[in-house]
Each structure stands twice: as structure tokens, then as C-alpha cells.
């Protein structure tokens, strides 16, 4: 079994910072694409950042310019830095990551729990 657990969630003014992580576990062989995604009550759930295997990265439009993801292949990790948040980055922020099992085995895409993260004075 895979497991992607998130960290680093929490209360914070606006203007402020917070760093999230996320680490896989369990049977991996290898990690493709890694990602956050976040979502509020009511809505879809939204890319936020996603990161290739190369350190190739994409970002939202409403994110460009404040976070910024990374990931440490050796750690089976990736963070989210979050500057200069906003009250509308609050939302429940996932990690997602495409994880081979084995060698010979296709890709599995697997989600975490959630971590909230909430901007607010």
C-alpha cells in the first residue's frame, strides 16, 4: 500500500507564510508527477502547483509569483511554499502523486487526507 501524508497546515494572518509537506510511504519503486491541489466546501478541487519528475512546474494563475513546489526525490517528499496568502487561498489543500509499485507495474495515482489551511486576521 501507498500512503501520501500531509503536514504544515494551520492558521495564518494575511501576508503570511506557511510551508506544507507531504510524504509518500509504503511499496514505491518510483514517483512520477507529484502535485497539491486544494479545494473549498462547495467547489471543485483545483491544481495549485504540480511538479515533473525533471523539476519541470506549473502553477494556477491565482498562485504564480507566491508559492512555489519542490520535492526531494531522495525523501519521497514534496513541499508547498505559501507566501503572501490571501483569505481566498484558504481551502483544504491535497497531495496527489502518480507512484509505480514495482518495476514492471503501471503508474497509480494516489491522493492524502488533507491538510486545512486557513487565512484569516
Known amino acids: 500500500q501507498v500512503q501520501l501524508v500531509e503536514s504544515g497546515g494551520g492558521l495564518v494572518q494575511p501576508g503570511g507564510s506557511l510551508r506544507l509537506s507531504c510524504v509518500a510511504s509504503g511499496r514505491i519503486f518510483s514517483i512520477n508527477n507529484m502535485g497539491w491541489y486544494r479545494q473549498t466546501p462547495g467547489k471543485q478541487r483545483e491544481l495549485v502547483a504540480r511538479?515533473?519528475?525533471?523539476?519541470?512546474?506549473a502553477y494556477a494563475d491565482s498562485v504564480k509569483g507566491r508559492f512555489t513546489i519542490s520535492r526531494d526525490d531522495a525523501k519521497n517528499t514534496i513541499y508547498l511554499q505559501m507566501n503572501s496568502l490571501k483569505p481566498e487561498d484558504t481551502a483544504v489543500y491535497y497531495c496527489?502523486?502518480?507512484?509505480?509499485?514495482?518495476?514492471?507495474?503501471?503508474?497509480?495515482?494516489?491522493w492524502g487526507q488533507g491538510t486545512q489551511v486557513t487565512v484569516s486576521s
Open positions: 496527489n502523486a502518480d507512484v509505480q509499485k514495482y518495476s514492471f507495474s503501471a503508474y497509480t495515482n494516489y
Open positions: 511538479i515533473a519528475p525533471s523539476t519541470t512546474t
